[in-house]
């Protein structure tokens, strides 16, 4: 069964990897889906084929520079070419758009999905960075105006399918959230010092953006998507046992009183949560290949060691603490991600640098949404200043 009419579906950060898979489950179903709007970022030649392919009525794009060279590239077109984080903002809150994918990366997708719940959206939240860095706030957002929050996040998307339907809390004993424990699981300590990008990005399951490959290598992704889990559901930290699953075929599960775990398993492609998202309450195709369930399947379990990968600990510290903290923890680390990315800082300084920032700036309560960019500038500076001073 198709909807009466197709929803109008709206891709923030449509260039990136789970832009593209979006896109993917988008055109299996023109009957369900229409793309009305876009942005990309960097990646302008493929926001132009993507224009080309789906003809949207907006594209955003981040400035004049790039607005030119979008309109090179696609000629006389119908697409109204918008620029700048307050068009992402707009396109995100228009009546013309019922679905809005949060799927930018960092601290800088935040405004525009405060701006999609704001307006009453489905907003499909895959950009976690905004639930660590404004959780309370976006989640007040969605209550006061009604918005139907999914998370894309697999395991945060594993955890919505395992709940009852009804009473979301009714009968939950704790959340278990899985972990690949990324390329580095078995790496020596004495060795992380002097693993490259290259190695980081080299995600043994999944295929994914340049730094949620590194937050997978160094457990921060874990940490965020705890705090992301905190927020989604009403947990505190106690309620999540962090497992690590080297397979990535259980995307989290749910433990409950009466001593039942239910999992929610699948190849690990992200079209399905995506799918998942766009299809919600109904069930579509996605794509993605069928789990065998033949000798080849297994399924092991292990404890994150907190040791080699202390950026896991830095989180359950930044969200026991409280306010601004996470905002300073999310902000320092996408400083200290892109310094690793540009090879100007060791794998191990990650770690390093988010606890100085943190250790520095110390926590405050949250006020605005104003307060919390303020406090993600700040941290970003003093990330910036203690990357310095460790390499001088
Ligand atoms: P990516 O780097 O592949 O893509 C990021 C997108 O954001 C691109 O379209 C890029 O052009 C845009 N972008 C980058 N900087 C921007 C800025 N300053 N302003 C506006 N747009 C900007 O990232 P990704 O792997 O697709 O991840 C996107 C989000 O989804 C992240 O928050 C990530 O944590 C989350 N997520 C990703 C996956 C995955 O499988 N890739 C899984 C779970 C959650
Ligand atoms: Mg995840």
Redesign the pocket.
């Known amino acids: 069964m198709s909807p009466a009419r197709p929803q109008r579906v709206c891709v923030?950060?449509?260039?990136?990897?789970?832009?593209?898979?979006t896109l993917d489950v988008i055109e299996r179903h023109p009957d369900r889906f229409e793309l009305v709007a876009i942005?990309?970022?960097?990646?302008i030649e493929?926001?132009a084929q993507q224009t080309r392919a789906f003809q949207p009525r907006w594209v955003?794009v981040?400035d004049d520079e790039a607005r030119h060279q979008l309109q090179d590239l696609l000629g006389p077109v119908t697409t109204d070419i918008l620029v700048g984080?307050a068009a992402?903002a707009e396109v995100a809150a228009s009546p013309d758009v019922d679905v809005v994918m949060?799927?930018?990366?960092?601290s800088?997708?935040l405004t525009?999905s405060l701006a999609a719940a704001r307006a009453g959206k489905r907003l499909l939240l895959?950009?976690?960075?905004?639930l660590v860095v404004a959780g309370d706030l976006l989640m007040r957002a969605v209550a006061e105006s009604g918005a139907q929050l999914l998370p894309?996040?697999?395991?945060h998307n594993a955890i919505f399918q395992c709940l009852p339907a009804e009473h979301r809390r009714q009968g939950v004993a704790s959340v278990l959230l899985t972990a690949s424990g990324g390329p580095f699981l078995h790496t020596p300590a004495a060795q992380l010092a002097r693993v490259t990008p290259a190695q980081a990005v080299a995600h043994p399951n999944?295929?994914?953006?340049?730094?949620?490959?590194v937050?997978s290598a160094s457990l921060m992704?874990k940490g965020?998507e705890l705090i992301e889990a905190c927020w989604l559901f009403g947990l505190t930290p106690a309620d999540v046992e962090v497992v690590v699953h080297p397979e990535s075929i259980i995307h989290s599960m749910v433990r409950y009183l009466d001593g039942s775990v239910i999992a929610q398993l699948g190849t690990p492609d992200?079209r399905t949560?995506i799918a998942y998202g766009l299809g919600y309450p109904e069930r579509i195709t996605s794509g993605s290949a069928p789990l065998a369930f033949d000798p080849t399947l297994k399924l092991t379990f292990d404890q994150p060691d907190r040791q080699r990968f202390p950026c896991l600990r830095l989180a359950e510290e930044a969200i026991a603490a409280g306010g601004t903290l996470p905002t300073v923890l999310n902000a320092a680390n996408e400083v200290s991600v892109a310094a690793f990315l540009d090879e100007r800082l060791g794998f191990t300084d990650l770690a390093r640098i988010n606890e100085q920032t943190m250790d520095r700036l110390g926590t405050m309560a949250v006020s605005s949404v104003e307060q919390l960019l303020e406090v993600d500038h700040r941290a970003r500076q003093v990330a910036t200043t203690v990357i310095k001073e460790m390499s001088a």
């Open positions: 923030l950060g449509a260039t990136g990897s789970v832009g593209v898979n942005s990309g970022h960097r990646n493929r926001l955003v981040p984080e992402l949060a799927a930018i990366v960092g800088a997708g525009s895959a950009n976690k960075e905004s894309i996040d697999s395991e999944w295929s994914m953006g340049a730094k949620i490959s937050d992704n965020l992200m949560p």
